[in-house]
Structures are given as C-alpha cells and as structure tokens.
C-alpha cells in the first residue's frame, strides 16, 4: 500500500495528537531539540528558507517544579515529546533516565522523576505514555523494559516508586483505551500488554512479527494508523508495517505497508493522510542521531522547517493552540543565581514620544555587584522597561508580587536594577515576585511638553503594574496579592498611585488599576508638599552627591504641570492634588512608613523631616486605617532602605 503523502522528520516520529479546540490546517511541530536540552514547538507559517519560528519552549533547567525537586539535570539528550491524548500536555523522556509531563499552558511540569533500576541498568528512556489510573509507562530501550512509574502518589521524585516489565528493546509505547490494553514495540515489531493497575504491573500477552526483515529488526515508533484507531503502525529500520486491530487475533503477521529508501524510524496521521519519517542526514555536530531539518512533504504545499545549529532527535505534530500559553508571554529569564531567575528590561508599554536620551543612569547597589549581575549604566531608553525577579521553586497563585519605584528626586534613574539593602532577595526566598519599574523622569521630554510631571509618572506605573499582572500569571500567580513599596521620590509614587485606587477623583487620571493593590510601603517619602518645609530646599542631597536643581520650589512647579510664574495660589492648590496625605479615606489600604532621624533632635533624616511621616500615621489612624511607622535613629535620608532592609521585606510580606 503506498502512501499519497510523506513528511521526512530529524531522526525520529512525527506522532499525531488528537484534535481539540483551535485546530488548524498547518498544526504546529513540536520537537526534542538536544542541542540545547529542550522541547520546542515550531510555528507552521515559518518554513525555509527562513529560520523556522518558536511558538512555545520548555526548558528543564527553567523548570521551577523541576529545579525544586533536583531533576532539572535528568533530562539530557531528550528522546520524546509526545502530545497527550487531548493536547494539553507533553510528555517528555530523555537518554538520561528523566521523564515529565509538561502542562502546555503553564509550561511546568506536572509530574516528573529519575528512573534507577533495581539491578544497576542503564534505561535509556525511548518513549512515554499516559496509564489509565494517572501512573506512566515509560520505556528504557537498554534496561528495565517497559517501566511503570508511580506519579499519582508523588509526582515528583529522584526515585519513584517503579515495577519493571522485561521487554528487549523497548522503544515505542501506546495506550489503546477502546481495548483496555497497551500496545509496545522492541524486541517484537509489536506485542501487547494488559495492564493491572492494582499491582502496577504489565502481563505480556501476544507478539507479532513480519514476514519480511529489514535493515533494523527492532520496532521503534508505535503510532495510530488511522483516525479511527482501528490500525496501529510500526517503523521498522527502512519500512513500515500496520496491523489491523479488529482482525488482530486472527493473524500473528504485520502487514507490510511500504518500504523507503531512507532509515524510517517514524510515522503519523493527520487528516486522512500519512506521513512517512526518515533521517533526512544532516546531523547535529557530534550526534549523528539528530537532525537540524524538519521536512513535511505532500498534502498542499511541502514544508521544511531548520533551526540552524540544533539537533532535532524526535519530532511530533500538536494539533492545539498555544492561546494564554504561558511560553507565549515569557522569555528565557536573563539570568539565574541564588535561587532567582531574574527577566531584564520587560517593556510594559513602549513611549513613542520619548526619545533615547536623558540624565539618568542605572547602577549596582544592596549588595548584588557588577560581577555577579549584568547590570550596566546607561540613558533611559525610550521603551519603558521593567525587571522581574522570582523563585527558580513553584510559586503559589496568590504570592506576593511587590512593585518597587526607585527614588532620585523624580529626576534620577539610580537603582532600578538594584533594590536597596537585599530587600528582593529576601523577598523572592519568601516565594514571592519583586519588580522593579523605570517609569518616566521629570527632566524626559515629550512631543507634547518639555518635562514630565507627576501624572504622567503615575501612568507609566498604571501601565507596568497592568504587565506585572499578566506577567506574573505567565508564572502561575493567577490571584497575586499585590504590594507596592518605594523610596524616596518613588516612596511619594507609591503612595499616590496605592491611595488613587479608593479616591479616583482626587487625581482624575482615570487610571486601570488591574493589579489591585493590597497594601503601600513608603521608605522616607515626602507626604504633604503643602508644607512650608518644603519650599526653598536648594541643593538636594542623595546619597552624598548634590544634584544642583535650584530650589525645590522650582523643580516641584514643574512636577505639578505649573509654570515657574506661578501664583502661590496656583501652586499650593497644585501641591495639595499630589500630596499623598490628602488622598487618604477610609477605604486606603494598610500603610507602612519608614523613616529615619539624624541629629540630637533627630528631626529630620537630613532631606525629609520626621514631621512628614507623623502627618501621615495621623491621617491614616484617624481614618481607621492600619498603619505602622518604624524610625531608624541615626540613618541618613539614603540609608533608611539599608538599615531596614529586613523590616521593610517584612512588611512587603506581611499580610
């Protein structure tokens, strides 16, 4: 029987997975890429003679499940990447003993473990599949056969629970649950199974051989012949051979269905027609096994996807979509240490109107350096960026996510990149998100005035919380309790955009509000610009460096949207908008105030006075609103977030 259409796939199956919701004409491939130890699915409308597209990825060594159980380095040399039965998982398996199921939407693995044989064997695991009662088959082409794993009862562990079934050569396994049986190739072309889920166990039950040998007597893929499931098919060296499952019983012979001229390790079935699989020879570097192409020949059009410089060992069709998948959102984190993965410069809304150009600079501080993160100085860029920092562990939907604004006077940019005092390192070893946010500065022009104001900042962070949410989701935080912090002039935003949410009318800004804020912490913030204490300032002292802005008069004139010839009265109604203070209601959400008092009067931290922060404890005590000031005696305006730095991390946590 010839085939009206063949696909020619790396070195390895293209395995059909059943159809579900948003099928498309054009299915994705998904593939066991080993150069990079990784499973990846190929968009269909990217083909030769440009770099096929990545429409999903997963990672083990970014695996936060996996990390967390110590398995994320048992999966080199993946072998497998099987759909699951509704397309909503991947079931991985690897030359190295590591097995997964990987849910598709969140890209975490759900289940996971290490095969150790009894007997010391190495297993080299082939090929995976999905049992009735939730358990796994897996099958170790070298030792253990067709090994039962036990993932209902622990679904993750270096040594699960296993029986073993001993089957030469296991390469290929498949879960017929019309007949209530388990179809394997290996050592017989075919052979099956029944299975006994009380015991775990497999009993063997009728081989089936072919009448004509081929250059490699094993089986190796084991795949539906039909969409009926009324046929299965072998790859056998450089044929392929079916057997009909309503006459199986009466024959002990596969039928031979075509032979080719290349090694076909693989089969599948899409759309009434049938695709044929052989190694196509253009072999990864060191793993003649693999392939950089992947060839879909027939039907319309022929398709050859390449990743240059990969090594595709196995590859399958997935019939799904990849809609509100977490991989489409997502990245590779820019770095990963201590326990965190770090994203770097995630645009939340990218600003036309501001050019590339600016004062301000990003540093290194709070104890993480240069050398172990790349940080880097540079202008502020036109996009505005945000960087996240999370567990490498699973997080738990309702997790802290934490926003942090920087300070500098709404005119500086100096610590993005490094929160003070280790704050988001405690933070994220608490299982919670920290981010940090460039939002614009007052000295960044725009096509429609010369500085920014206080406004606009506080849209720019409307804009990142709303892509803090939906990058947290990515992440599994489907229900975030959402804390914002800040210091300084970002400890002043902070207040503003928390209290706005509860008093919309104050400000008028008409801001989203998606991420709902739970709670403020401000660290040495102004409160009240009413304040006669706040006019005339001169020269602004951050951190030991004078930033020569005139009075603070002026610079605040120019935050508030005014003209530097503006009345007192203009000015003052102005100041009073912006003045965090005066937003207050009884609906604000819990505060918390860090200060700190320099001095024998310890009036002030040497920028902002104590009385800033006692107005606001009033204001918020009067409301009824929980509110908590802590005063560090003896620390400078700049280092407050130093020297509380584990309270204020408390705080952020504190429910």
């Given at each position: ?9 790396c ?20 593939g ?10 190929l ?7 440009d ?46 003993n ?24 190495y ?22 056969g067709?090994?039962?794993v036990?993932?209902k ?106 032979e ?53 060992y ?91 604004l ?49 406004a ?5 962070i409307?804009?990142a ?26 400890g ?88 965090p203070?005066?937003l ?43 509110c908590?000031?802590?005063k ?24």
């Amino acid at each position: 029987m010839k085939v009206n259409r063949i696909s020619v796939v790396c070195a390895f199956a293209l395995v059909a997975a059943q159809p579900f919701t948003g099928v498309s004409a054009a299915p994705l491939v998904v593939g066991a890429e080993q150069s990079q130890t990784r499973i990846v699915m190929l968009d269909p409308d990217v083909v030769a003679p440009d770099p096929a597209k990545i429409a999903w990825e997963w990672r083990p060594s970014k695996d936060a499940k996996l990390v967390a159980a110590g398995l994320a380095g048992r999966f080199g040399n993946p072998s497998e990447c099987k759909p699951s039965e509704d397309g909503k998982r991947i079931l991985v398996c690897a030359s190295d003993n590591g097995f997964a199921v990987v849910d598709v939407a969140t890209t975490n693995a759900v289940a996971a473990g290490f095969i150790t044989l009894p007997d010391g064997k190495y297993a080299n695991l082939h090929s995976i599949c999905e049992l009735p009662d939730g358990n796994v088959v897996v099958a170790g082409s070298q030792g253990g056969g067709l090994i039962v794993v036990d993932v209902k009862s622990k679904p993750f562990s270096v040594s699960p629970a296993i029986t073993t079934n001993e089957y030469r050569g296991a390469h290929g396994v498949l879960w017929d649950e019309k007949r209530k049986c388990l179809w394997a190739t290996g050592e017989k072309p075919l052979t099956r199974f029944f299975y006994d889920a009380e015991t775990m166990t497999l009993r063997r039950d009728k081989s089936w051989d072919t009448r004509q040998p081929f250059s490699y007597c094993c089986g190796h893929d084991l795949v539906w012949g039909d969409k009926e499931r009324s046929r299965v098919a072998v790859t056998l060296g450089n044929g392929i051979a079916c057997l009909d499952l309503e006459n199986a019983d009466k024959t002990d012979m596969m039928e031979i269905a075509e032979e080719l001229p290349g090694s076909v390790k693989g089969i599948s079935y899409h759309g009434g027609e049938r695709l044929a699989v052989y190694m196509d020879k253009t072999a990864f570097k060191g793993k003649p096994w693999t392939t950089i192409n992947i060839h879909v020949d027939g039907g319309a059009t022929n398709r050859v996807y390449t990743l240059p410089g990969c090594g595709f060992y196995k590859a399958h069709f997935f019939l799904g979509t990849l809609e509100g998948c977490a991989a489409d959102a997502l990245p590779p984190p820019t770095v990963e240490l201590d326990g965190m993965r770090c994203w770097h410069d995630v645009a939340y809304g990218p600003r036309g109107d501001l050019p590339d150009e600016g004062d301000g600079f990003r540093g290194s501080r709070g104890g993480w350096t240069h050398a172990r993160l790349p940080w880097k100085f540079h202008r502020h860029r036109s996009g505005q960026m945000l960087d996240v920092y999370a567990p490498t562990t699973a997080l738990k939907p309702d997790a802290t996510v934490a926003l942090y604004l920087h300070g500098g006077s709404w005119s500086e940019c100096y610590d993005k990149d490094a929160p003070p005092g280790g704050v988001f390192k405690a933070l994220v070893d608490a299982g919670a998100v920290a981010c940090s946010v460039d939002y614009i500065l007052q000295n960044q022009s725009s096509r429609t005035r010369k500085e920014a104001t206080f406004a606009e900042m506080l849209r720019d962070i409307d804009a990142a919380a709303a892509k803090i949410k939906e990058f947290v989701r990515a992440l599994g935080v489907t229900d975030p309790r959402f804390v914002i912090f800040g210091e300084s002039a970002g400890g002043h935003l902070s207040l503003m955009y928390a209290y706005d949410q509860d008093n919309p009318g104050w400000t008028g800004l008409g801001l989203s509000h998606s991420s709902r804020v739970s709670k403020v912490v401000n660290i040495v913030g102004p409160t009240d610009f009413t304040a006669r204490e706040f006019q005339n300032l001169g020269v602004v002292k951050v951190f030991g460096a004078k930033f020569k802005m005139g009075s603070f008069d002026k610079l605040l004139k120019r935050l508030l949207g005014l003209e530097d010839g503006a009345s007192e009265k203009e000015t003052l109604a102005a100041a009073e908008k912006w003045s965090p203070l005066k937003l207050v209601c009884p609906k604000s959400v819990p505060t918390a105030i860090a200060c700190g008092a320099i001095g024998k009067e310890g009036a002030s931290d040497g920028l902002i006075p104590f009385s800033q922060m006692t107005a606001l404890e009033s204001a918020l005590k009067s409301a009824g609103v929980p509110c908590v000031l802590k005063k560090f005696n003896g620390a400078h305006h700049g280092e407050v977030s130093h020297k509380g730095a584990a309270w204020i991390a408390a705080e952020v946590l504190k429910q």
